[in-house]
Structures are given as C-alpha cells and as structure tokens.
C-alpha cells in the first residue's frame, strides 16, 4: 500500500451505477494534485452498481478501493464500514449522486481548527418530502443531542482522523453517524455550499423512520424519560376528570347517569397510552438483546483495495 493519504472521500453506494462514475471522475480531477484515496462502499445495490464500482476499481487502481457489502444494511452502516478502511488524515463523506460538489471539500478542509465540518445548503434542491424528513431530525437531534439550533447536521462532512479513529469503535448495531460524531466531540462548524439537484431521494417514510429511531433510542434515554412524564401526566388528569365528574354528579345533574362511553373512551386511552409505553421499553430491550447476540452493523463479502489485489473474504463489522 501506498503511504498514508491526505484525503480520504468515503462513498455509500446504494443504486447508484448512473452517478457514481462521474463522480469518481470529478473527484480524480478536482484532488489531482492532492494525496487522497477514494473508497466506495456498495450497500447491497439491485443495479449494476457492483460491476461499475469494480470496473472503477480497477481504472483508479492506485486511489480507488471498493468495499462490497453482502446486502443493505443502511446508509450510515456502509459510511462506518468505510471509515473502517479509510486512512486518510481527514475522512470526507459525499452522496453517490452528485449533489455534494467535490470542489467544496476544499473549503471545508481549509477550516482546519475543527474537529468535524457539515457542509449544509443555502438553497437545497431536494423534494418536499425530503426537506421535511430533514427539517424534522434536525429538530430531533436538537432535542436529543443537546446540539446547537443553528448548527445543521448533514449527510456531507469532513471528519478529522481523531473523530474517525473515536467513531469506529462502536461495535453495537444501528449505527447514528452524527450521534457517534456528537458523543466524541463538540467541536463541530459548518459551511454554506452549493447544492446540485438532479438525483433522487432515496429516504422512504420506512428509511426516515428507521434513522429517526437510530437517533432516539441509540443515543438517548429521553424517550423512557418522557414516557415516565406522559404517565404522571394521564395519572392527574384521570384523576381531575373523576372529580369534575363527582361534582356534577352531586350538586350539577344528579340526575343524568354516567355513560358507557365515557368509560369505553378512557380505557382506550389508557390502553393506548400503556401500549406506546411498553412498545418504547420493548424496542429498548430488543435493541439490547440484538446488541448482546452480536448483530453485526455491516458484513463485507469482499474488497479490492488501492493497489491491491481483490480479496475474496467474508468479514463482520462487529
């Protein structure tokens, strides 16, 4: 292997055999008098991302390394299995689809005396749905991370070696890039970049869910907290609404009997309220127990390193 690079760019490939070659290309030009390396982490593509990564593999044999996952394991498992295989002094993360400019990694760069820098968009291209999937766990780590309202957290960063070096060795499932970034250091800034549209948002309602959860219940017990809070909270009202209901009974309408669906309506709520709170403590417990059986965050089938031979081995990101 070559010495160790300046630069490493890690990219999650996921369906992304139209965009990734271009880009790859861009990134050879714009860091040409650069040390750097590129590692493309394909996470269980249905396209022809393999074949054009490895095709990629080998026309930049002396930059490129291609780590290949045995199947989708999400977006921040593949980012984390390819910071296990960068070795650059600093680690920047981009999109697959082009619309995190290579030329602004620079920039970024420049702006040394942080430990992590977000690249975060003036003007962003991105569907509704997405701009409000984003707006939302922007708000949602604010709340669970402690993080600063102004400080935006996005999928394009430059990590130093020092928070790449604290990221890798979580060994639990579900991985939260931005959580593990957020629990090794506060020393985080950003700077405005340009936004290039054209690709297509691959966060589904299901995807946006599931990093939502990664972020509660990986790196946060204020759920369990709020649940104790939401119980206190029924508990008083119940017992307000049961004396309203005593006073009206006695000195209001003595007369009117008490209906059955009062009762029906609170034992639905309760009920409900019960099962949200069991369903939070049992996704806590599941989440341990997956944890404790070793559930790996990502399984590699194999990898062709920078000048290197392809490997042919299978092993575990545990």
Known sequence: MNAEPELSVVIPVYNGSRTIGPLVERITTV?????????????????????VCAQLAEKFPATVTFVNLSRNFGEHSAVLAGCNYA????????????????????????????????????DKQHSWFRNAGSRFNDRMATLMLHKPKELYLSSFKVMSRFVVNEIIKYRGPYPYIDGLIYRATRNIGQIAVEHRGGGTSRYTFRRLVRLWLNMFLNFSIKPLRLSVYVGLLTSCLSVLALVFILIDKIWITPNLPLGIPTVLGSIVLFSGIQLMILGLVGEYLGRLYLDQTGTPQYIVRYVTHADAKAEASIAAGE
């Open 87 to 122: 070795r650059g002094q600093y680690v920047a993360v981009l999109d697959d689809d082009g619309q995190n400019p290579p030329e602004e990694v620079g920039a970024m760069l420049k702006r040394g005396n942080y430990d992590v820098i977000y690249g975060y968009y003036i």
């Open 31 to 51: 860091f040409a008098s650069t040390q750097f390396e590129v590692i493309l982490v394909n996470d269980g593509s249905e396209d022809e991302s393999e074949s």
